[in-house]
């Protein structure tokens, strides 16, 4: 799969030198690439993808829906005793 000392970029599949910590093309760290790709094997991508998302808005929209589910059946319950 890799050949001579050459690193090629497992995501575009561009050269790279061999000392290359990331992807001159696409830009990605070969380092977290490789975590990435560990975690897609071991059943843990889920929990990764939640853990190292880059967007706020994402994990905010999650806190929101849950808190509110949350609240919205605890009045439930109250209401209806
Ligand atoms: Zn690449």
């Given at each position: 799969m890799v050949?001579?000392?050459m690193t090629h970029c497992p995501k575009c599949n561009s050269p790279a030198g061999s000392e290359a910590l990331e992807c001159p093309a696409c830009g990605i760290l070969f380092s977290k690439w490789q975590e990435r790709e560990n975690n897609v094997t071991s059943g843990n991508l889920a929990r990764y993808s939640?853990?190292?998302a880059?967007?706020?808005e994402f994990n905010w929209t999650i806190l929101a829906i849950v808190v509110g589910v949350v609240i919205l059946s605890f009045l439930f319950v109250q209401y209806n005793q």
């Open positions: 050949s001579g000392s939640i853990a190292n880059t967007s706020s």
